[in-house]
């Protein structure tokens, strides 16, 4: 794919949706770490409702810490894998409070070293709360970036790499929610809705639908 079908794709992308926003329900950096950490292996909507009966009652580190694991645990049991991940935000609150003033560090290499926090995590925190250029690539983003040749690659990183190259510097900062929600509700796994997508005349998957 070369630069001008880049250009153009994400000129569409941005004109039917000029404010992207990640799904994830939050109004702090903190609420958002944590509900990306939640979200691993979860929906948005999953973790949206999760959230929504815990931050009321506890939305800083202190507050969530003080619940302790068994105390996350009762808020979050809807959520896969609830039990490690209570674990991992408990000790995540607790470094925020004892090495970084309760406040979440925007730089990848201290966001890293949070427990449940992994390089896509950083992404979208880095992305989403701070507004850096970060490329948090996810299943969909995947397949999007794969199936259209937008940025093909083997890995996650491969296509990580290749998007925060090949992306236009005028939609790089949200290149990232386009892609996401492209790819979960128009390029989907099972059968894509080439039909109805804005970019079909652009995108070179081969195996097409005329589903809408």
């Known amino acids: 794919m070369n630069a001008a079908k880049r ?6 992308l941005h004109e039917d949706n000029p404010e ?3 799904e ?6 903190f609420e958002l770490l944590i509900a990306v950490i939640l979200s691993a292996q979860a929906t948005d909507v999953g973790v949206n409702k999760a959230t929504a009966r815990l931050y ?4 800083t580190p202190e507050a969530i810490y003080a619940l302790g694991v068994d105390g996350l645990s009762a808020y979050i049991r809807t959520i896969g894998l609830y039990n490690s991940k209570a674990k991992n935000v408990i000790e995540t ?3 925020l409070i004892e090495l970084h003033g309760s406040v979440v560090p925007d730089n990848r290499e201290a966001l890293e070293a949070l427990p449940g926090v992994g390089r896509k995590t950083a992404n979208v925190v880095l992305n989403t709360a701070f507004r850096q250029p970060a490329m948090a690539v996810d299943t969909h983003i995947f397949r999007v970036s794969n199936r259209t040749g937008i940025a093909p690659g083997k890995t996650v990183l491969e296509v990580e790499k290749k998007l925060m190259r090949f992306v236009p510097k005028d939609y790089l900062l949200d290149a990232h929610h386009w892609l996401i929600l492209h790819g979960r509700y128009v390029c989907q796994a099972r059968k894509p809705r080439c039909g109805s997508c804005r970019i079909e005349d652009l995108c070179e998957y081969r195996l097409k639908t005329s589903d809408d």
């Open 7 to 12: 250009l153009e794709i994400f000129r569409r």
């Open 20 to 22: 992207p926003k990640t």
């Open 56 to 59: 009321p009652v506890a939305n």
């Open 24 to 29: 994830l329900a939050y109004t702090t950096p």
């Open 93 to 95: 609150c607790r470094l």
